[in-house]
């Protein structure tokens, strides 16, 4: 059975900075495309970015040059770090995982929560 577990959310100041963390089991992250994705309240879902197994890296134009996706492979363990925060970051961050060939997600996350405020 696969799992996904984010963790590391929380209550951030505009300018500071976060690192989410996805565990996963069931599944070996580094042989599969996978992602993050975030929902802001009232707002659709967006993808944020996304890595290949080749560890080829797309971001969203709304957080390019801001947002890191990375991944251990000892630890079987995928992270999102997130720069400069802005109020417009406050979101639950959920991490995906797709497949061999796609980061399209077959499995999610069941999301943590990032609020950036004063």
């Known amino acids: 059975q696969v799992q996904l577990v984010e963790s590391g959310g929380g209550l951030v100041q505009p300018g500071g900075s976060l690192r989410l963390s996805c565990a996963a089991s069931g599944i070996v992250l580094s042989s599969i495309g996978v992602a993050w994705y975030r929902q802001a309240p009232g707002k659709q879902r967006e993808l944020v970015g996304t890595i290949t197994r080749d560890a080829y890296t797309k971001y969203a134009d709304s957080v390019e040059g801001r947002f890191t996706i990375s991944r251990d492979s000892d630890k079987n363990i995928m992270h999102l770090t997130i720069n400069d925060l802005k109020p417009d970051d406050t979101a639950v961050y959920y991490c995906?995982?797709?497949?061999?060939?796609?980061?399209?997600?077959?499995?999610w996350g069941q999301g943590t929560q990032v609020t950036v405020s004063l």
């Open positions: 995906t995982a797709g497949t061999y060939h796609s980061t399209e997600p077959r499995y």
